[in-house]
């Protein structure tokens, strides 16, 4: 598992993370998005569901409404749904 002091030892200190979500993360962009924290929703889902109790269609409307669309600057994660 990568943790964010490495992933911060490795991109820089301005690396932008998920507060909460650190179990979610996959990876980090390489690249023209080099840097970026990349995220997976299903284990941010899971998150949701294990520790606060939502529902996971709740917690996907939550994570929809407070995250995913949340611009933070050019190093705003990446949050990805595998098919």
Do not use: C, Q, W
């Amino acid at each position: 598992m990568i943790n964010r002091e490495e992933i911060v030892e490795l991109h820089g200190d301005d690396t932008l993370f998920a507060d909460g979500f650190d179990d979610a993360i996959i990876g980090v962009a390489v690249g023209f998005d080099s840097g970026r924290v990349i995220y997976s929703v299903k284990k941010m889902i899971e998150i949701l569901f294990k520790d606060a109790g939502m529902p996971v269609d709740e917690a996907y409307e939550y994570l929809e409404y407070n995250t995913f669309g949340a611009y933070v600057g050019k190093l705003t994660p990446i949050y990805m749904e595998t098919i």
